[in-house]
């Protein structure tokens, strides 16, 4: 069957789903692959399989892709190089439930930064929206604590995956800003590649620090491929011809679905059990997002293909 027979709700379930999936597969093999060399593999797995894919596009648009050169060599630092390493080694330090939890925040995170630096109006919806969402992330962080909250007392590992969305939120601005310039397959591959290069010192330096231990098992390769192949490219390809066929704001919703899979999966295979504070923190954060759905703010994460490629 091909993708244009399969309902656009179902790819875009798909994509959440194995996007869901990659919080818990970093967690569960956090004591037998070190982040960098996760991150550094799950990348190389991905450049082989799109490849094929990307290899015509890229040869054809490779003057508009060097014309811009800069732009995708930050797109690159910040999606592919930071983004997802910065996840893994988070999940060394907090949960599977708590991350994507914190990862609803990006809508929200993106319209701060589009404020800041694109100055773009805030109305009422984005106002509030974005306050109930702080909200809902300090909530998280604190453990729904106030001491620790009045304390500054946080998870390191929170602390590590708010810099990761901030790093994916300043990716997805440049999107925004280039989604006219730059052509999608090509210049995700481009950006795969880049990454790769940009990782390879940390994966060398992992794979030789005898004080760095690596586990290579069923599990461990079975997570490598997991998180290239499907998390990386068949999310993308769903996810993008979902967005084509529903259309950018009705598929930004199911964006929400990411923590809602990624909580069960890690409460069914990796025994992790979903608190009080997680749930309440995960609806306000998502209330906010909603909130924000509703102005064009929202398009500046949903409306773009490349922006959903690396989750």
Known sequence: MGMNKIPPFLLLLIATILWGGNFVIGRAVANELPPFTLAFLRWCTACIVFLPLAWVPLKRDWLTIRKH?????????????????LVYIALHHTTSINASLMNTSTPILIYILSFIFLKERLTRNQMIGTVISLIGVLFIISKGSLASLLQFSFNLGDIIMLVAVICWSAYSLLVKHFSGKLPGNATFLVSIFIGIIMLFPFFIYEVTNPAVHIIWSVTSISSILYTGIFASIVAF?????????????????YLNFIPVFAALFAVLFIGESLKVFQAAGGILVILGVFLTSREKIWGLRQKLNLSQQIK
């Open 237 to 253: 390809i769903c996810w993008n011809t979902g967005v084509i066929r529903l259309g950018a704001n009705k598929a930004g919703i």
């Open 69 to 85: 050169f800069p732009a995708v060599l930050f797109m690159s630092f910040t999606g592919v190089a930071s983004f997802n390493t």
